[in-house]
């Protein structure tokens, strides 16, 4: 069993920045996609940026084009989301999710609050 800790959520003004991260808890070499998505209260989980095995596949939400960058680091264990420019409706719950050998995992999740 795989383990995904989150950590980098907090209360930001907007305008402002934040990285999440991402951690697998043990090495694989079968993780595939990882990814973020969102919650915000009352809405849907929506899918906000996801980035393939080796990085050549990265998709953003429309929303956060331009303003967010995904990545991940070598041993490909861990993804990050770097948050520019946060508005206010980026509030939200914000999980991770991976791919691995066929199953799919999620965060415990991190909140994110943009808020003057």
């Known amino acids: 069993q795989v383990q995904l800790v989150e950590s980098g959520g907090g209360l930001v003004q907007p305008g402002g920045s934040l990285r999440l991260s991402c951690a697998a808890s043990?090495?694989?070499?079968?993780?595939?996609?990882m990814g973020w998505y969102r919650q915000a209260p009352g809405k849907e989980r929506e899918l906000v940026a996801a980035?393939?095995?080796?990085?050549?596949?990265?998709n953003y939400a429309d929303s956060v084009k331009s303003r967010f960058t995904i990545s991940r680091d070598n041993g490909k264990t861990t993804v990050y989301l770097k948050m520019n420019r946060l508005k206010p409706e980026d509030t939200g719950v914000y999980y991770c999710?991976?791919?691995?050998?066929?199953?799919?995992?999620w965060g415990q999740g991190t909140q994110v609050t943009v808020s003057s």
């Open positions: 999710n991976a791919w691995i050998q066929g199953d799919n995992y």
């Open positions: 043990r090495s694989t070499p079968s993780i595939n996609t």
């Open positions: 980035i393939s095995t080796r990085g050549g596949s990265i």
